[in-house]
Structure formats: C-alpha cells, structure tokens
C-alpha cells in the first residue's frame, strides 16, 4: 500500500513569490492534514481538510490556504513567501477524521532566499 | 503555560541503559494521546499510542496521568537505532480536533 506521497520534495522560491505544495493521502483516507516544521519551532498544524472542506486551521495568517480535491488529494499554498516560511511542510492523512493516527508524508521543504 | 511541553533534551545513553521520557499537556479536555518517532530529516512516525491503563509495546512503555495531564515513554534496553527525537503528541478540540507536538526529545543511544 503506498503510503502518503508529496511533491515536489524540495522548492527553492524568492520572497513574494506563491508556493504550491501538493499531497495524495493513503487510498481511503479521507482526511488530510498540513504542518509546519520550522526549525527550532517543532511541528505546528496549518490547516485539516475532510471530505473535501476546510475543518479546522491553525494559527497562521491567511496567506496560507489550501484545498482538497475530490480524489482527496490536498495541495498547500502559500503566498507572498517571507523568509521565515523556510520549513518542511508535512502532509498527514488519517483514515477517520476524529480519531486514529495520523500517517505523514516525507514533506516538502521550501526554501525562501 | 505551553499546550504541549516535553523534557528539554538531548538524552545521551548507553546501549541497553533504560531512558524515560516525560510530556505535560495543558488542556484537561484533551482526548486522546501518542508517542511518535522522527529520525533525522524524516517524517514522524507513529511509535505508539497511549492509553488510560498504560500500554506496552516490546521494549516500550507509555503511560498516562490524567489528574496530573502528562505522559510517559519508557523504552527498556536501548538500541543504536532507537536514537531519534521522540515527539509527545496530544488530540483535543472535539469536531474541530487537531493534533499538537511537542518540540520533541532528541535521543542519542551510543555503543
């Protein structure tokens, strides 16, 4: 069973520029979770899409959005790049939105020169 | 006082030395909990959850205080390959739920 899969694996962008990050969940997982992991910060949740909607996002700026698509997949973008966006972006799926573990991706990291 | 706060590391041991993790969260109503495994420029991955009557998994033991909102991880006879850093992971927020980590604890096993 292939696992949750990302692209691109690394993104080099300048400031101002939009990000796009995308992620396929695990076939049948119907929910899809975004993080941040920025150095020195841990793991910060982004944003959680279930059956297609935004649930719940986490405390971000509205310059990170995203959505799901009807195959389930999710893609993240983020616009007006700063400097401090330089992370890796991991991409979880989870077979039950509100209980069950949470199975990640190998992430995308973006880096903002 | 931060949702999530786990033992400052790095845990430098031994192999076979026996090395316990401990993890407080802040929100009482938080519902469910679980130890998760990074190795270095890797994703997480789920190690174990962790139950109300503690739960044991091999070399692993996790537990849980509710009264006193925190977690354990206690990994008995330790291996070259279980260094990584340890991410405490706790559920809360009902049908808007999220999951919140910890920093994590870096743990170094050495021969």
């Known amino acids: 069973e292939a696992g949750v899969t990302q692209s691109p694996t690394h993104l080099i962008k300048t400031r101002g520029q939009q990000a796009t990050l995308r992620c396929s969940p695990i076939s049948g997982h119907t929910s899809v979770y975004w993080y941040q992991q920025a150095l020195g910060l841990g793991l910060q949740f982004l944003l959680w899409y279930d059956e297609g909607e935004e649930r719940n996002r986490g405390n971000f700026p509205p310059r990170f959005s995203g959505r799901q698509f009807p195959n389930y997949s999710s893609e993240l973008n983020v616009n007006a790049l700063e400097l401090e966006d330089s992370a890796l972006y991991l991409c979880?799926?989870?077979?039950?939105?509100?209980?069950?573990?949470?199975?990640f991706g190998d992430g995308t990291r973006l880096s903002i020169l | 006082r931060k949702e999530v706060e786990q033992d400052p590391g790095p845990f430098n041991v031994p192999e076979g030395a026996t090395v316990a993790f401990n993890c407080t969260y802040s929100?009482?109503?938080?519902?469910?909990f679980f130890w998760y495994r990074q190795d270095c420029r890797k994703e997480p991955k789920l190690l174990m959850s962790?139950?109300?009557s503690g739960n044991e998994d091999g070399r692993f033991t996790a537990q849980l205080n509710r009264a006193s909102q925190y977690i354990s991880l206690l990994i008995r006879d330790s291996k070259l390959s279980d260094s990584a850093t340890y991410l405490c992971?706790?559920?809360?927020?009902?049908?808007?739920?999220?999951?919140?980590f910890g920093k994590g604890t870096l743990l170094t096993v050495n021969p």
């Open positions: 992971v706790v559920k809360s927020g009902g049908s808007n739920y999220k999951l919140t």
């Open positions: 979880a799926s989870s077979g039950l939105p509100l209980s069950g573990p949470q199975h």
């Open positions: 962790v139950y109300s």
């Open positions: 929100n009482s109503a938080s519902q469910s």
